[in-house]
C-alpha cells in the first residue's frame, strides 16, 4: 500500500538536475579549484577525473540500486534489503550523517545569502583588512548569522513540503540550469580580465612532480564529498526514481556534470585572483575573504561589473547550497514520515526546527560561546569532521561491502539491467570496482587522513 502511494520524479532530466543538484553544492566552488592549486593543476584534474569514474560513480549506482529497489527511506531501505539484519545500521547512520550535516551546511548557506545582501548594499567595499574584518565580526556574531541560517532552512523547507516532484524536482529545474548560466557568465567576465591567461594556464598546466600518494588521497575523498556519497541522500533520491531510469547511465551524466562544475568553478577563481597577483586560499575565507577583494580589485576600472560579478556569484553560491541542502534535508524528512508515520509536512517541521537549533549552536560556536567546543574545537568544525571524515568514509565503505558482497548479485543485476531490458554495459567491471576497488581505496583515505599512512 505505501509502496503504491511512493512519490517518483516525474521525468528523466528532473532525476539527473535533482541529483546533480545535491552532488553540485559548496564543495565544488570552495574546495575543488583550491585542491586543483594546491596539488598540481591539470594532473590533479586527471586524478580527480579519475576517481570520479574509478570510485565516485559505482559507489553512486550501489546506492541507486538500495533505493530504487527497496523504495524507501534510507534506513529502511537497508533493513528491507538485508531483511533486517545489523546492516540496518548503516541505513541509520547515513539518515543521520545526513541530519547532522544539514545543520552546518545551513550555516555557510547562510552566510551566501548574507553576501548577497551585503553585495548588494555595498558592505563588501574596502580595502582587504576591512573585507577581513568585516566577515569576522559578522561569523562571530550571536544573531545575525542565525537568522540567515534560519532563513535558508525555511526556503529548503517551503521546497520540500510540495513534494518530489512538485518541490525538489521542480525546483532544480529551475535552479540548475539558472546555476549553470551564472556560472558561464562569471567565467566568461573572469577569463576576460588582462592578465587571466596566467590563471587559466595555472589551472591547466599539469605539474607532474606534485603527483603524490597525498594529492592522490585528496582527490578520492574530493570525489567521494562533491558526489554527496554516504549520506543516504542519493540512495533517498533513488527511492524515488522510475523503473526505467538507467542508474549507470544517469550516475555518469551526474558525474560528468559535478566534475564540469568544479573545473568551471576553477576558470571563475584562479583567472579573477591571478589577474589581480592574489593567491587563492580554502575554505571559507576564499569565498568570504579572498573572492570579494579578488572580484573588488580586478574590476576596480568598472565598478559596475564588480558589483554585478559580485551579487551574480553569491546568488550562484546560495543556489548551489540550496540545491544540496535540499536533498540533506529530505533523508531525514523522508525518514520521519516514513518510520514515525506522521505526515511529511510535520516531518518537514521536526526537520527545519531542530537542524535550526543545530545551525544555531554551530554558528555561536564560531563566536565568543567557548562552551560550544567539543574535544577543544568549535562545535561547527567537531561536526565538519564528524559527519565528512568519519561517518561518510564508514557509510561508503559498508555500502560497498553490502552492495558488493552481501545482496545476492541477481539482485544486483537486476537493479543494474532494469530486470533485463538495458544491456548491462560495464556490470562486471561495476562490480570489481565495488567489490575491491573502491572498499580498498575508502580504508586508504581512512587511514590517510588519520596520519596512519
Ligand atoms: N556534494 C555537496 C557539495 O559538493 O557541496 C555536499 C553534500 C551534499 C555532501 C549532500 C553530502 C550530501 F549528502
Known amino acids: 500500500m505505501a509502496q503504491l502511494e511512493r512519490a517518483k520524479f516525474g521525468s528523466k532530466i528532473g532525476v539527473i538536475l535533482a541529483t546533480a543538484g545535491s552532488a553540485v553544492g559548496l564543495g565544488n566552488v570552495w574546495r575543488f579549484p583550491y585542491m586543483t592549486g594546491e596539488n598540481g593543476g591539470a594532473a590533479f584534474i586527471f586524478i ?3 576517481c570520479v569514474l574509478l570510485l565516485g560513480i559505482p559507489c553512486m549506482v550501489s546506492e541507486f540500486i538500495i533505493g530504487r529497489n527497496a523504495r524507501s527511506n534510507t534506513a529502511r531501505a537497508y533493513g528491507k534489503l538485508s531483511g533486517g539484519r545489523p546492516w540496518t545500521a ?3 547512520l547515513g539518515v543521520l550523517t545526513g541530519f547532522l550535516i544539514t545543520g552546518y551546511y545551513a550555516v555557510v548557506s547562510g552566510w551566501c545569502l548574507q553576501y548577497i545582501y551585503a553585495s548588494l548594499v555595498g558592505h563588501l567595499d574596502g580595502n582587504p583588512e576591512y573585507i577581513r574584518e568585516y566577515f569576522v565580526s559578522f561569523s562571530q556574531n550571536p544573531v545575525k548569522p542565525i537568522v540567515w541560517t534560519v532563513l535558508f532552512l525555511i526556503i529548503t523547507h517551503l521546497v520540500i513540503v510540495r513534494g518530489v516532484r512538485g518541490g525538489i524536482e521542480k525546483a532544480s529545474k529551475l535552479m540548475m540550469p539558472t546555476l549553470f548560466i ?18 587559466i594556464s595555472f589551472l591547466f598546466r599539469p605539474d607532474l612532480g606534485k603527483v603524490d600518494s597525498d594529492m592522490f588521497l585528496g582527490a578520492l575523498g574530493q570525489s567521494f564529498y562533491s558526489l554527496s556519497i554516504g549520506m543516504g541522500c542519493v540512495c533517498t533520491y533513488a527511492s524515488y526514481f522510475s523503473r526505467h531510469t538507467n542508474l549507470a547511465a544517469s550516475a555518469v551524466q551526474i558525474g560528468v556534470i559535478d566534475c564540469l562544475v568544479a573545473i568551471l568553478a576553477g576558470l571563475m577563481i584562479f583567472p579573477a585572483a591571478f589577474s589581480v597577483g592574489i593567491s587563492p586560499d580554502s575554505g571559507p575565507s576564499l569565498i568570504f575573504i579572498t573572492l570579494p577583494n579578488v572580484f573588488q580589485q580586478a574590476f576596480s576600472g568598472m565598478p559596475a561589473v564588480g558589483f554585478v560579478i559580485s551579487l551574480l556569484f553569491y546568488v550562484l553560491l546560495s543556489l548551489a547550497a540550496l540545491t544540496s541542502l535540499i536533498s540533506l534535508h529530505e533523508v531525514s524528512t523522508a525518514f520521519l514520515h516514513e518510520e514515525c508515520r506522521i505526515t511529511r509536512r510535520s516531518s518537514a517541521v521536526i526537520v527545519t526546527s531542530t537542524c535550526s537549533v543545530i545551525g544555531a549552536l554551530c554558528s555561536l560556536s564560531l563566536g565568543r560561546f567557548d562552551g560550544l567546543q567539543l574535544f577543544g574545537k568549535p562545535l561547527f568544525d567537531v ?13 561508503g565503505f559498508l555500502t560497498c561491502l553490502f552492495v558488493g ?12 539491467t532494469n530486470n533485463g531490458t538495458l544491456h548491462g554495459r560495464f556490470f562486471h567491471f561495476y562490480l570489481f570496482c565495488v567489490k575491491y576497488v573502491c572498499p580498498v581505496c575508502i580504508v586508504l583515505v581512512f587511514l590517510h587522513q588519520f596520519g596512519i599512512i
Open 48 to 50: 580527480y577525473i579519475g
Open 90 to 92: 548503516v541505513g541509520y
Open 182 to 199: 551564472l556560472l558561464l557568465v562569471i567565467v566568461v567576465a573572469a577569463c576576460m580580465l588582462p592578465g587571466a591567461g596566467k590563471g
Open 383 to 395: 561536526f565538519d569532521f564528524v559527519t565528512g571524515q568519519i561517518f561518510l568514509p564508514i557509510g
Open 405 to 416: 558482497w552481501y545482496i545476492p548479485h541477481r539482485v544486483v543485476r537486476d537493479e543494474y
